[in-house]
């Protein structure tokens, strides 16, 4: 049985089971009895075979899908902008900043995971998803504003990611043109042609049903992600050998660097060094699907249990390739450290790795954008199948045979919801190409909220921790501390958005 997640609606349609020859009502679901506190604990329980104690599809997700998915969020096309954010930090500041979002997001991220239950961390109530999460132990207006910055963001990733993948498209069409010409033709592209192609692919793949039939895509991704991230890894290495020594400084790129968006001032470094810890922390950004993930895992043992030895290690092997690969392309080209890593070796030999590796980053995009955008595809079907429980539009799903795959079920909102948001994704990342800025943003507008405030604010009311004691100081110390730090690189990445602004086109950038 496939892991199965449960931030779909529940199928009732009045409070009975409703069967019309090829149409499924959308909101159907078989009615189980609540199982014991003792049949919840008891893994040899004859309760049901088929349905979780909540009377939804037994959870069939493991250790190693929840691991899968983790690091599908996690290495995403931030890993090739690190090289550039260490750069802007230098040697102390750069990897120290590294570890430093390592170890808070595997803090916060095993607080999140205890809140995935209400009360008893084995038999009490499950939140399906971050929003429930919070409004089960925090409620009130930052519900629907835990809510607003979650599906903000996540559109926010679905539009980096729109970007990120059109690089890479276009840097293999490049290679090849360069190599073909013998470097005589500058190989200058528009970038709208390979964003449609990414988006059309992103229809397709948008019309997977939920999150637990995302996990196989997930499993291909994370592959990816190690492909490309190794082949990056490598190349640096290489070009350090090459150089015959480690470039770089202690305090990061000196003022008056001729970058291609000039010389770098003493007002700039500051802009970007600020710019780099949003690059940061969007590269160790996956909190805001954490619940959602903990939520497709089969339990004995207890869900939070397995989502913390799947985030450990998630984290773990993250931050040792996002030191490996942030610092040897830092050595390997010092200040001159491009925004997307793969760019920076050229067009040339070996022109077939840095192909292989641009194909690989599509790949895994294609996979990291369904990741994120899965719940907020599931919070927008919800909530219009409770608005309209009578619609067949939004309700009614048809099965329709496809040769060589079995029945696919088609829900008629659900295709066009889903297209006319990838179809917008796609719209703005062509009007907005600025992909270094993008991810800074996106790091600076997620981190603090989803990834420290609200784990650290549902920890105390679910442990009940007392004000003013020693635990309650340290973790509100650790919050406000990163929300400056969020506030900062925000600044950062709003200036540099502003410098792109001075020379750009609509529609009309090209490399």
């Not at 009360?119 to 835990?146: E, F, H, W």
């Not at 099965?399 to 079995?406: A, K, M, R, V």
């Not at 991810?439 to 679910?462: D, H, K, N, R, S």
């Not at 501390?481 to 925000?490: E, G, P």
Request: with cysteine; glycine share 8%; charged share 15%.
């Amino acid at each position: 049985m496939l892991p199965r997640s449960r931030t779909l609606p529940s199928r009732i349609h009045h409070g009975a089971v409703e069967e019309r020859h090829d149409i499924r009502h959308y909101l159907q679901v078989e009615v189980q009895p609540k199982a014991s506190e003792a049949e919840a604990i008891n893994p040899q329980s004859n309760y049901s075979k088929c349905f979780d104690d909540d009377g939804r599809l037994k959870r069939t997700g493991t250790f190693w899908t929840a691991t899968s998915h983790i690091i599908t969020a996690v290495i995403g096309s931030g890993v090739l902008s690190l090289a550039w954010a260490v750069a802007q930090l230098g040697w102390v500041t750069g990897p120290a900043v590294l570890l430093l979002f390592a170890f808070v997001n595997l803090y916060t991220s095993n607080l999140l995971a205890q809140c995935y239950r209400t009360g008893d961390p084995v038999t009490g109530q499950r939140n399906y998803t971050y929003m429930d999460a919070v409004k089960s132990n925090l409620g009130g207006k930052r519900v629907m504003i835990c809510g607003l910055i979650q599906y903000i963001n996540m559109f926010g990733v679905a539009v980096g990611y729109t970007i990120a993948a059109s690089v890479s498209m276009m840097a293999i069409k490049r290679s090849n043109c360069f190599h073909k010409s013998g470097g005589k033709d500058p190989c200058h592209m528009s970038s709208n042609g390979y964003m449609i192609t990414f988006g059309i692919s992103e229809i397709i793949f948008s019309q997977i049903q939920d999150f637990s039939h995302v996990w196989w895509l997930s499993i291909v991704a994370a592959i990816m992600s190690f492909t490309y991230s190794a082949i990056g890894l490598g190349l640096g290495v290489a070009k350090v050998a090459v150089n015959g020594s480690i470039k770089g400084s202690l305090l990061g790129i000196s003022i008056g660097t001729v970058t291609k968006a000039g010389t770098v001032t003493a007002t700039q470094k500051m802009w970007r060094s600020l710019q780099a810890l949003g690059a940061i922390a969007f590269a160790y950004s996956f909190s805001l699907v954490l619940v959602e993930i903990q939520d497709t895992i089969k339990s004995p043992p207890a869900e939070h249990k397995t989502m913390r030895k799947a985030t450990l290690l998630s984290v773990v092997v993250t931050t040792v390739f996002y030191m490996l690969c942030g610092c040897f392309g830092y050595a390997a080209f010092g200040d001159d450290s491009p925004g997307n890593l793969l760019t920076g070796f050229g067009f040339y030999n070996p022109y077939w790795l840095l192909d292989i590796a641009n194909v690989a980053i599509v790949v895994h995009l294609v996979g990291a954008y369904q990741v994120f955008c899965q719940p907020l595809f599931a919070f927008v079907e919800k909530w219009s199948a409770q608005k309209w429980p009578k619609s067949d539009f939004v309700t009614a799903e048809y099965d329709i045979p496809i040769p060589f795959f079995g029945i696919f079920q088609l829900n008629f909102f659900r295709l066009v919801w889903r297209t006319i948001f990838v179809m917008m994704t796609t719209l703005i990342a062509m009007l907005m190409p600025f992909f270094n800025d993008v991810v800074g943003i996106l790091g600076a507008f997620g981190f603090w909220p989803l990834t420290v405030y609200f784990p650290i604010e549902m920890y105390i009311a679910q442990k009940k921790i007392g004000r003013w004691t020693t635990r309650w100081l340290g973790l509100q110390i650790l919050s406000v501390t990163c929300l400056f730090i969020s506030i900062a690189a925000a600044v950062g990445s709003f200036a540099g958005v502003a410098l792109d602004l001075k020379t750009y086109k609509p529609f009309r950038t090209s490399y």
